[in-house]
């Protein structure tokens, strides 16, 4: 029988989806106390002082900042109507969906519960950002940065949810009672208190990536970068075990074209980059197993035109100049994001009611493709248009998240 204290303590660990960002926002201001991921690494004390101070300042960086980033929740509904085609492991699908799977903004951040058997289940999320600058490498080592435009390139970062039943939370907890028992504590209920003392509810992925697949020019691969014999074995291994599931995995002719020099997976940014950590990447298998096929599989499926926004309440917006005098103000909305149960069923979003005529508040743009059509409707020409900001920031703003469900209808 659950006694009264553990029932307690699992309702304080319960998150619920959409909860994982702002644990990981806190989590990031004390990056080496609050967030897990790291303890297997001896870090320098210069490199922990470096993060100390720069994850607390990057939270708000319109560019990198994960509090700035735009939110997207996904369904367990999505999640179950992609779970065929990922599990299948077709390497032709998760070609074209790498292709397709162009993040909608420059700062963006995906979370979903995993509810997969085989591996831990709880939330998970993905701070997708892009990268002002590159480093170039010689013989594994960084030797200077160049910046790149917005959008050519993009990071990803991996965070996950730590509960009562994650073998973090296990491993500390078991770690915690050893050294109460060999103290002499007897008292069952003070054991399980000093347990409850793991306060590490955000672990970060060992690892990171990098690509530049949706780059108008090849960034990594003309930057003239070198790396040691064991770094490239490490990273073709790397990029296999969160493609394909398996780090001996072989890929197909097309998906080394995406992988190679265009697809860089390695150490997260809080583990520090020196050569005794680099000879080998831990990492657990069935934490890693299948990560980018998840999230490019998600990306790839918002992008598709047949994928219908619903804005609610954005409140008063109009396209007519300013007249008098207007206060300015801001607000925060959900933006629905349907998969209807037709593909080829046309769903018109709903529009806003407009009560005013003085112009449009300064708005981002999720970037996306712009078809031209014929006078037949055929489409002739499609461009894309970059995530950009749109409308008057002197009458405010407006701030967007995102839910990414079925449609009911």
């Known amino acids: 029988m659950q006694s009264a204290a553990d029932s307690d303590r699992e309702k304080i660990w319960d998150?619920?989806?959409?909860?994982?960002?702002?644990?990981?926002?806190?989590?990031?201001q004390q990056p080496f106390l609050k967030l897990a991921g790291m303890e297997e690494y001896e870090n320098s004390k210069e490199h922990k002082i470096f993060w100390k101070k720069k994850s607390k300042q990057w939270l708000n960086d319109p560019i990198k900042g994960l509090r700035k980033a735009v939110s997207y929740r996904i369904s367990d509904e999505i999640i179950e109507f992609l779970r065929p085609s990922v599990e299948k492991g077709n390497q032709r699908a998760l070609y074209n969906a790498c292709l397709n799977a162009r993040p909608r903004h420059n700062n963006m951040w995906l979370e979903w519960e995993s509810h997969d058997p085989l591996r831990h289940r709880g939330l998970t999320g993905w701070h997708i950002m892009t990268m002002p600058s590159v480093f170039k490498f010689q013989?594994?080592?960084?030797?200077?940065?160049?910046?790149?435009?917005?959008?050519?390139?993009f990071h990803f970062e991996n965070y996950y949810e730590i509960d009562g039943k994650h073998p973090v939370y296990q491993q500390k907890g078991n770690a915690i009672i050893d050294r109460w028992e060999r103290s002499g504590v007897k008292n069952e209920q003070d054991v399980r208190l000093a347990g409850g003392k793991f306060y590490k509810r955000v672990g970060i992925s060992t690892l990171s990536g990098s690509t530049d697949i949706w780059a108008s020019e090849r960034v990594f691969q003309e930057d003239g970068s070198s790396f040691l014999p064991q770094q490239a074995k490490a990273n073709d291994a790397l990029n296999a075990m969160w493609l394909l599931g398996d780090e001996e995995g072989e890929f197909s002719p097309d998906m080394q074209t995406i992988t190679g020099h265009r697809w860089r997976i390695g150490l997260n940014n809080y583990i520090d980059d020196r050569p005794e950590n680099n000879k080998q990447v831990p990492f657990d298998r069935r934490e890693e197993a299948n990560k980018m096929a998840w999230l490019m599989a998600i990306l790839s499926l918002m992008n598709f035109d047949w994928f219908v926004e619903e804005p609610r309440n954005i409140g008063v917006q109009g396209s007519k100049p300013m007249r008098g005098?207007?206060?300015?103000y801001d607000s925060h909305h959900t933006v629905l994001l349907k998969l209807p149960r037709t593909k080829g069923r046309v769903v018109m979003p709903k529009q806003p009611k407009r009560t005013e005529s003085y112009g449009v508040r300064l708005h981002d743009v999720a970037g996306h493709n712009r078809h031209y059509r014929d006078e037949f409707g055929q489409v002739y020409k499609t461009v894309y248009i970059k995530p950009h900001e749109r409308g008057n920031a002197k009458l405010g703003k407006i701030t967007k998240d995102y839910a990414v469900v079925k449609d009911e209808e």
Do not use: F, W
Request: proline share 6%; charged share 20%; net charge negative.
């Open 15 to 28: 998150m619920q989806l959409g909860d994982l960002q702002g644990e990981a926002i806190a989590a990031k």
């Open 139 to 153: 013989n594994g080592h960084a030797e200077r940065s160049y910046p790149v435009k917005a959008g050519e390139c």
């Open 325 to 328: 005098n207007i206060t300015p």
